[in-house]
Every structure is written in structure tokens, then in C-alpha cells.
């Protein structure tokens, strides 16, 4: 039978971009440009991996986004994934961590799956809480931050590296796991692959399709409130320190100034 592999990959605004809140304190996505999170990206190569490494599978990339997240889908399709779905609704607006949760793993319950693999955490949020209330609210074992992962005989197998020491983890499927920056480069697009994604398929959603009521999501259904939030001061020119043979003491000196040292 043919292992099913979800990927979930998340469409976050360019860091690069001015960034900017809304009113309501919901990150502005209107105002900036967006992509596939990077650290998504390990994901769907751990997952394409993994999938040319089984007899039969399929890598379906899955995200809770707006409109333009179905650029975020695109990339992952070209690089070689074989369908996505897109979860898209008005009142997604201000869903935080916990409501994401749900959204995903109600899609993923009904996209049907034996693998969940996921990002060690977004490149916007960070907070790296996704995967396990996934996993929770599926009920199956999670076994997050793998540096090296494969499966084989229905298990999942992977290695978590901490500071003092490497795990060697496995979980049986149905399983969520998680892959580090750590994994192994992403690969680029090739143009065939580029070319291909533009006739894969992909499904939208809504909160109906998922029979979520609109009150458990959004601002509305948040646990978490942004009670303020202050813009960064913008940059102020640094300090030149001209060498004229005191270089060095001034460096020292400006280092110790700033508490470096
Ligand atoms: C339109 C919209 C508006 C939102 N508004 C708010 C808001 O106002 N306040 C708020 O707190 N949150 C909001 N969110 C949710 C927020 O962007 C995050 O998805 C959520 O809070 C998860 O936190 P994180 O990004 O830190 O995830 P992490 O736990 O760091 O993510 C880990 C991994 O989980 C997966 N993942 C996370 N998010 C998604 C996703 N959306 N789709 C697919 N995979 C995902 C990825 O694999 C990722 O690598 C909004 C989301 C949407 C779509």
C-alpha cells in the first residue's frame, strides 16, 4: 500500500520586507511579500527522500494560508512533491498557534495520511509548537527536531542531536515528525519540475469542508492576545573607528562600552 507522506509547510512574509502590523495587531500580510518558510523546505526534501526510497508513495504538501500561500505550494510542488491542498478561509483571520493546530490536523485527517512531517519551526512565529498539538490532536506519537529521519517496515527512525548528546528515536506509524536545518540541503527547482507543478493538482478548503465552526478559530477562538506591539526603532549609523595605530584600543574600548566584553 502506498505510504502517505503530509507535509506541512507554511506561506510566511518575506524577512527581508518591511514588515508592518495591522490595527488589530495581526501581522499586515497585505503589505509584504510572501514565500514557502525555509526551514519548510527540509521538510518536503526529507519527505521527497523518503518517498523515492519507498516502493510506492505519495507526498502531498499541505497550508493554512491566505490567497498567496499557494505560492508557498507551488515551490513545494516543483521541487517534486505530488499534490497540495490549501486551507483558506475569511475567518482564519488572527488563528493563532492552537487554532492552527486544529485546522491542520482536521485536514490532515481527512486528506488521510501515515507520515506527518513538519518544520522544526516557521521562519515568522518560531515558536515551534505546531507539530506536537498536531500530533496531539491526532492522537499518534510525535518524535520532533530530527536531524536525520527515514522509514522502513512501517516505522519512522531518526537521530536528535542536543548538546550533550544524540538521540536514536523511532515511533511506528501512523506518526508527526519534525526535521531540523540540520537534515540535509533542500533541493532547487528544476525547470522541469517547475513546468510539471503548473499541472499538479491542488484542493482548496474551507472551515466548512473541515466542519470547524468559525468561533474556534480566528481572533475570536485565540488563546493567545498581542496586548501591544512597538515597531523596531530604525537603524542608526554605526560607529567607524578609523585605525591610525589605535585601532585596536578603540575597538577594545568600544566593545567594552556595549558590555561585549
Ligand atoms: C491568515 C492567518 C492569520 C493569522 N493571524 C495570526 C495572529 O493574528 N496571531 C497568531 O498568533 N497567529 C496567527 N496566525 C497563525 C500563525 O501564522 C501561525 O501559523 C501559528 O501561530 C503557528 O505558529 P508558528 O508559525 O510559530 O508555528 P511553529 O510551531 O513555529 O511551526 C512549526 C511547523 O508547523 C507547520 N506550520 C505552522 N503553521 C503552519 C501553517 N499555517 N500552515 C502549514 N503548516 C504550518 C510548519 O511545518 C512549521 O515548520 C495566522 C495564520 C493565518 C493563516
Redesign the pocket.
Known sequence: MSLRIV??????PDATGDRHFAD????D?DDVDGLL?E??EY?VEQALQIAENADDAEVTV?????ED?KDALRKALSMGADKAIH?EDDD??????I???L??AKAIEKAGYDLV??????T????????A??AERLGVPQVTLLSEVSVEDGVVKGRRDGDTASEQLEASLPAVV?VTDQSGEARYPSFKGIMAAKKKPVESWDLSDLDIEAEEVG?DG?F?K?EAATERPARTAGTIVKDEGEGGKQLAEFLASQKFI
Do not use: E
Open positions: 507535509v506541512t509547510v507554511k506561506y510566511v488589530d495587531l495581526t501581522v500580510r518558510s526551514l519548510d521538510a499541505l497550508t493554512v494560508g491566505p500561500a486551507v482564519l483571520h488572527g488563528t493563532d498557534a487554532g492552527t493546530s485546522v491542520l512531517i513538519s518544520g522544526m519551526a516557521s515568522d512565529g518560531t515558536m515551534g509548537v505546531v507539530p498539538l498536531v519534525s481572533l485565540a493567545t498581542v
